[in-house]
């Protein structure tokens, strides 16, 4: 029964990413998910941009772009679409975590967040990393915008926000398999630095990491529950 589960869930996967992606894009993700029908497994890049090297954008975005207010980060929540839960969002503000988004009119189109301190990556995974460092995660864009260059629009503004704060670098950690998003980063100045692979046996769970992976202190942590 759990591997009827497992494939169920995984056809459902499969069946956004294709909807949302389209047939080019989700092939990234086959292998990937063929593996966690019966052996989770994940694998990150972790990207960074160092501001020692680095000039803010001179450009005026054709969007609105700011920090969220409660209330917006409450429409997201309420939002069938948006991937965002109530828990998470009171968990994030919280800790400090600041919200960004591009908004029109009403509508909050693109958002992300940035923290200041660790920060969970899933209920038992904590990213760790420098003081002085940014951490962007959660970078999403309504499905029905995306290919429109908003996130690599919103991710300048926040860099030029964390440069003007004197913050070393900004760093964040995306899933190999969401080419789309890496994309983005890369498009708004982020560079790889490392990669990081999580495996899940039938217990424990097994964190490798590439040498470069522990610049800037960052690493991934596991919190058994």
């Not at 309504?142 to 926040?158: E, F, I, S």
């Not at 926000?161 to 398999?177: F, L, M, P, Q």
Request: proline share 6%.
């Amino acid at each position: 029964m759990a591997s009827d589960h497992n494939v169920v869930s995984w056809w459902n996967r499969t069946s956004f990413r294709l909807k949302h992606l389209g047939a080019s894009e989700a092939t990234h993700h086959l292998p990937h998910r063929l593996i966690n029908v019966f052996f989770p497994y994940n694998s990150f890049v972790c990207v960074s941009v160092v501001f020692e090297h680095w000039h803010p954008h001179n450009f005026d975005p054709p969007y609105e772009i700011r920090p969220l207010r409660e209330d917006e980060i409450g429409s997201l929540v309420r939002m069938n679409d948006a991937e965002i839960t109530s828990e998470f969002a009171r968990r994030a503000t919280t800790r400090g975590d600041e919200c960004y988004g591009i908004v029109a009119g009403e509508a909050v189109e693109s958002y992300l967040w940035v923290a200041h301190h660790a920060t969970p990556l899933t209920d038992d995974l904590t990213v760790h990393f420098n003081a002085k460092l940014a951490y962007v995660y959660k970078a999403f864009t309504m499905p029905r915008l995306r290919g429109n260059g908003l996130m690599p629009a919103l991710l300048r503004v926040v860099l030029n926000e964390c440069a003007n704060r004197k913050y070393c670098a900004a760093v964040a950690c995306i899933e190999t398999t969401n080419q789309p998003s890496l994309r983005a980063f890369k498009t708004a100045g982020f560079t790889p630095f490392g990669t990081v692979h999580i495996a899940r046996p039938i217990h424990g769970c097994w964190i490798t990491a590439s040498p470069k992976a522990n610049d800037f202190g960052f690493r991934i942590v596991h919190n058994p529950q």
